[in-house]
């Protein structure tokens, strides 16, 4: 061992102790009687001292280590004169009686601090040097902690970590696989896995009812910032269990983590919300419970009133904003302009001011008398000093953009902390999604979904009305998780599969040998996925899933510093009997 | 919830009580008046009664039950009349009262007991039926708890779990990659990591000083008997660490998983061997400790009598087979065929028998005195009873004959029990092997690894004679995990690529990117992998690793319960700008 202490260990109570550190220069300040040295590892900095009026051959000789020269230095633990209670070892400092050059180092391209001055592109090239940082470093630590934390939750509930293939078979739904050619079967591919989702189903097949796995899965996706092409599920799966065994069991996963991880304990059972409720009282079905500012709908409170704007909507409906009722013309406008922008694409915005001094003014008081107006404002617990906005349209767009000027209200007023957890529950998703494009249903989860036994009535004759057994875990507006419990019924299988318009043919293409698995004793089954990198980057603080991963991929889905994806060799193609065939993009 | 008890845990504790159970029916007895099912699922085995005299309709729709149907049973706990002390529930039954069947199932195709009837191509078609079976099923359980101990253990001691990235660059050196094309970077691969070493070593570049992961590692070979082109590694890594650091932390490691999962403490270091040892004493570099039979070189004690075979030998050596003297003419016949078989090579066996009486018998009595013959058994330490075999060849070769036919007459001997573990280190591996063939040096581990600073001498001018910071963990003969110090010097490493006969330009070519990482501060560092397959399917008692994978893939790679590999669609290939090109079998 190179070392007898690590440099974030030493206080005042090894004074007087000889003590080995290795670590890497942080810095060097050169007082000239004195040197000293910030010595850092993966777990602190020690403050090195060395005198020139004691061991003047030695204070030269540290004079000339750089930035990230990697030192062993050995000597005595002393009290210092200036303490620095800010950091653990501030107390102590070593006055170095031998050190030794581990090795030298080129002068980094950034610097090494919590504050760097190396751009994006520049950090990802070096992430080696880039994890040097401790705040880089802090977030995976939290992500191994979380990790381990996870597995002690599930292996107490008796949950078996299984691993499944990664090099499985490619199926035509869904997202895009990454395929992977087989040498020994020439012509054929195997495909990774966008998730464990069939052997996960085979593992209760086999009777294996608790399973889980924090696991890669891989997505050939067109990248946006948030998206990586390979990323870690938290994967479960329970058998004999119904939705709310589910809901209880990974409930109980996430206090697990919240408590043991970032010290927040929630006595409560955590809120739940049907997808219906959702949409009509925050727009989306991942709402932001960190701050109320509920949407209401006051359609019929405003129409036929000579306002065409809103005789002629679908639907109108609104939020109220606290404290907002001082905004300026200016602010407003402001607002406004970001309402009208193309990714919300609202065509205006139309507000009640209710002022400090009690009175109410609007832009539309010419249309409805001040009792109306008031009405209005008591529709939404309007007091002085808050802000009404209100927005018309078709009910499911409009709903989408009051949801977006909620979140971005939210945002203004402070109300979105990153430190306050807000987790709920979104249940009784619809089974299917209509599309007009195609005419035809979808399975809002997928096909396996079971439907609530209640509204098994409509299922052939009015379909959009049949809720699944389907749930999604939000947590600030963030979609953690989601899951639904499965059929395991083939006949329910095969309604399924006929109000989806799959052929008999179809359905065996596609799902035929899950269904044949199926055919031999598939008990009631169930389960969930969250998404680890989502969840750690929560934990964390972030607001990128990058900074949880130690080697990520950028937009392109290239790996910057190993420089990936590559050419590979013409002798490695023939070897698996395919050739490269990129076409000229048109110029 | 379907149940309120397992089928594994009633016991005469809940005698009295209402319970409901749910699992798969594995047997059913008619008993004229009574039908007894046993109901199994994870946990265990459940009887449930039924009694035609108190329950005709109950007990009828009983009957009709199949193999493997899904059941829900409630009834009460009972005392058994004829208790079965063999198995945990066995004390007592359930008189059902309420039975629903929650899927019914076809019949499988092979009887799902500990001794299936269903033949392995079989078998692994229906793997999530093979999985229901307890013997399989054991395996994974215990994988599962070895995997969460082993992190556990590292956990404790500080080391971080962090995932590497699974979609890299392909190297041009070693097995050949898995390759998967880049849509949005047309023409370019990436691979799938042979072993994550260069991001371990980037880790401890980047300071994280003590790694480890269970990860999934990819290799496309030829599949032997038991390879599986995915496989699972330990991987780990440390910095500021010298050999007996690495030796000692891995060694607790292995203790700990023999202690928390097989309940076999090693209180004792585990021994070690040195490579040169290990070849002398064992004819190979990962022996079999379970057992003694040393072989002993005799090459000056049987030469210049005469007997040519001997004297024309570059090497003679054998072992002594303990209580073997009375072997037969005919066992030694077929030992003999044994021996000379092409796998081992050997031209013919010779032996001394130490008879019962204290007389010796060998096949080269007339060249050699009884004296002579004597002390060659004194070398060998032989009692009355014993018989030593020898053979004569060139010394590498003989020395591998020897192993084998010591590993065989260990398992005649019944020296070789499942549940006997000697672990062992073997150190000082050579860091260079010597290629006849291209007339070249080797790197005997891989080009990183260092030399032992003693053996620096001899660098360039005897290098086969320096020894390797190199390390295999063997247990019982199967080598589980090894690794080494890496060279952190540059200088050092260059000499390395020199002896190698790498030009400037090869290994800036190969091993630039790694090189370059090197030179901003690489600490010393080490690390070691360990097969996990290997390692579980050893504590399972398991000949070949493919029981401890719960969807393993056949010797041509398919998985052939998904039937994967298989061909994609043209639209596909055509994204991902590759075409199949299938060369013809010559016929």
Redesign the interface.
């Given at each position: 061992?190179?070392?007898t202490h690590t440099c974030g260990e030493l206080t005042m109570a090894q004074v007087g102790k000889t003590v080995t550190l290795?670590?890497?220069m942080q810095r060097s300040r050169d007082l000239g009687g004195m040197t000293f040295i910030d010595l850092?590892?993966?777990y602190g900095l020690t403050q090195l001292v060395f005198n020139m009026e004691t061991n003047a051959g030695l204070c030269t000789e540290a004079r000339k280590f750089g930035r990230?020269?990697?030192l062993q230095a050995t000597g005595k633990v002393t009290e210092r004169y200036n303490k620095n209670l800010n950091m653990p070892t501030g107390e102590i400092e070593i006055i170095v009686d031998e050190i030794k050059v581990?090795?030298?180092?080129?002068t980094?391209p950034f610097t090494i601090e919590d504050e760097s001055d190396g751009g994006d592109e520049l950090r990802m090239k070096?992430?080696?040097?880039d994890?040097?940082r401790s705040t880089v470093?802090r977030n995976?630590?939290l992500r191994?902690h979380m990790?381990?934390e996870v597995?002690k939750y599930f292996?107490a509930l008796g949950f078996?970590?299984?691993?499944?293939?990664?090099?499985?078979?490619?199926t035509?739904e869904g997202a895009?696989?990454?395929?992977?050619?087989?040498?020994?079967?020439?012509?054929?591919?195997?495909?990774?896995p966008q998730s464990p989702q069939?052997?996960k189903q085979?593992?209760m097949?086999?009777?294996?009812?608790r399973y889980f796995q924090i696991v890669?899965c891989?997505r050939?996706e067109?990248?946006r910032a948030d998206r990586q092409?390979?990323f870690?599920q938290i994967d479960c799966e329970m058998a004999?269990?119904?939705q709310e065994?589910i809901l209880q069991a990974f409930e109980g996963m996430l206090k697990h983590l919240f408590k043991t991880v970032r010290g927040v304990e929630f006595t409560e059972p955590f809120v739940r919300m049907t997808f219906a409720d959702a949409i009509n009282t925050y727009g989306n079905d991942k709402p932001d419970l960190r701050f109320g500012m509920k949407i209401h709908e006051v359609t019929n409170l405003v129409k036929g009133k000579g306002f065409s704007i809103f005789d002629n909507a679908d639907y109108v409906g609104g939020i109220c904003a606290e404290g907002c009722s001082e905004y300026t013309r200016k602010q407003l406008d402001e607002l406004t302009e970001w309402v009208k922008r193309p990714q919300i694409g609202a065509l205006g915005l139309i507000y009640i001011k209710f002022n400090i001094d009690g009175t109410l003014k609007s832009t539309v008081d010419k249309f409805y008398s001040p009792e109306e107006i008031k009405a209005l404002a008591d529709n939404f617990n309007a007091k002085p000093s808050d802000i009404i906005f209100l927005l018309p349209g078709k009910k499911k767009k409009t709903l989408a953009q009051l949801s977006e000027l909620r979140l971005e209200m939210g945002a203004r007023l402070g109300l979105r902390d990153k430190n306050t957890f807000a987790p709920l529950w979104v249940i009784d998703f619809p089974l299917f999604e209509y599309d007009e494009e195609t005419g035809r249903y979808y399975a809002m989860h997928h096909p396996f979904t079971s439907p609530k036994i209640d509204d098994l009535q409509y299922f052939e004759t009015d379909s959009a009305r049949v809720r699944a057994n389907a749930y999604d875990c939000v947590v600030n507006g963030v979609e953690l998780g989601g899951g639904s419990i499965r059929i395991?019924?083939q006949e329910l299988q095969q309604r399924m599969f006929k109000v989806l318009g799959f052929t008999k043919e179809q359905a065996e293409y596609q799902f035929g040998?899950l269904m044949n698995?199926f055919?031999?004793?598939?008990?009631?089954h169930g389960g969930i996925a969250f998404g680890f990198d989502r969840l750690a980057s929560m934990f964390a603080g972030l607001d990128s899933i990058r900074d949880v991963?130690?080697?990520p991929?950028n937009n392109?889905?290239?790996?910057v510093?190993?420089?990936?994806?590559?050419?590979?060799?013409d002798e490695?193609l023939k070897?698996?009997?395919?050739?490269?065939?990129?076409?000229m993009e048109k110029s």
């Open positions: 061992m190179y070392r290795a670590g890497w850092r590892d993966r990230e020269f990697v581990l090795n030298v180092s080129a980094p070096y992430r080696y040097l994890l040097r470093r995976l630590e191994h990790a381990q597995r292996d078996m970590e299984v691993e499944t293939p990664v090099l499985i078979k490619s035509p895009r696989d990454f395929v992977v050619p087989s040498r020994l079967n020439p012509g054929q591919f195997y495909a990774l069939t052997f085979l593992m097949v086999a009777g294996f009812d890669k891989f050939d067109d990248l092409p390979e870690t004999f269990v119904e065994d395991h019924d040998f698995a055919t031999y004793g598939a008990p009631p991963i130690a080697f991929k392109s889905g290239r790996d510093m190993i420089d990936s994806p590559s050419h590979i060799a490695q070897e698996l009997n395919i050739k490269v065939e990129v076409k």
